[in-house]
């Protein structure tokens, strides 16, 4: 089992900048392929960034270049840095556990953290 729990969603103008943390217990931490999705109201659940266990990432092509994901198996925690935020990023932003053995899956989620871009 293993609990995720975000944080740093926030009211921010066009332009600037915010960094999501998303805090994980319960598990071996290191173990687990990280993401981050995004969801807006009527809309699917949107695969935003990847970092797996060995530290490859992976983007949306909505945010290459302005998103960047990353990790601290010390602390447990992985990051979504995201600069240049456009009011299309307005969001629920998940934090995401997967991890594959054999036949099974776990996969795990947080509750969210709101993000608005607005003037």
């Known amino acids: 089992q293993v609990q995720l729990v975000e944080s740093g969603g926030d009211l921010v103008q066009p332009g600037g900048s915010l960094r999501l943390s998303c805090a994980a217990s319960?598990?071996?931490?290191?173990?687990?392929?990280m993401n981050w999705y995004r969801q807006t109201p009527g809309k699917e659940r949107e695969l935003v960034a990847s970092?797996?266990?060995?530290?490859?990432?992976n983007y949306a092509d909505s945010v290459k270049g302005r998103f960047t994901i990353s990790r601290d198996n010390a602390k447990t925690t992985v990051y979504l840095q995201m600069n240049s935020l456009k009011p299309e990023d307005t969001a629920v932003y998940y934090c995401?556990?997967?991890?594959?053995?054999?036949?099974?899956?776990?996969?795990?989620w947080g509750q969210g953290t709101q993000v608005t871009v607005s003037s």
């Open positions: 319960g598990s071996i931490f290191s173990l687990y392929d």
């Open positions: 970092i797996s266990s060995s530290g490859s990432t």
């Open positions: 995401n556990a997967l991890r594959r053995v054999r036949f099974t899956t776990y996969n795990y």
